[in-house]
């Protein structure tokens, strides 16, 4: 059984960097077929993906926040991680790391099979 579990400051100040881990159980991040999401949820906008990469390392982004994430791994410790700079308090939302299935990248971007329980993270002074 695959488990996820998102872990983080739940207060990030504007203007500073969001960093939040997300540790893996029962899979090896590197295994075949499987990719790794952030996903974020907040009232005023819903389920927003936010990139993801792939048991290869590959990576891809949301293009609207492109330019501010980035997405790494730790294969020795399991662990996924997602930085958000510049941060805003339209940042504030739900972070959730998904697990998603496939053989290509139309699979792994629409086959979301494993779900943390989400960490919120507020944008505030």
């Known amino acids: 059984q695959v488990q996820l579990q998102e872990s983080g400051p739940g207060l990030v100040s504007p203007s500073q960097t969001l960093s939040l881990t997300c540790s893996v159980e029962g899979i090896r991040i590197t295994d075949s077929d499987y990719s790794w999401n952030w996903i974020r949820q907040s009232p005023g906008r819903g389920m927003e993906w936010m990139g993801i990469i792939t048991n290869l390392g590959e990576k891809n982004y949301n293009p609207s926040l492109e330019s501010r994430t980035t997405i790494s791994r730790d294969t020795s410790r399991n662990q996924l991680f997602l930085q958000l700079a510049s941060v805003t308090p339209d940042d504030t939302a739900v972070y959730y790391c998904?697990?998603?299935?496939?053989?290509?990248?139309?699979?792994?971007?629409?086959?979301?099979?494993?779900w943390g329980q989400g960490t919120q993270v507020t944008t505030s002074s």
């Open positions: 998904v697990g998603s299935q496939g053989a290509n990248w139309e699979e792994y971007l629409h086959n979301f099979t494993s």
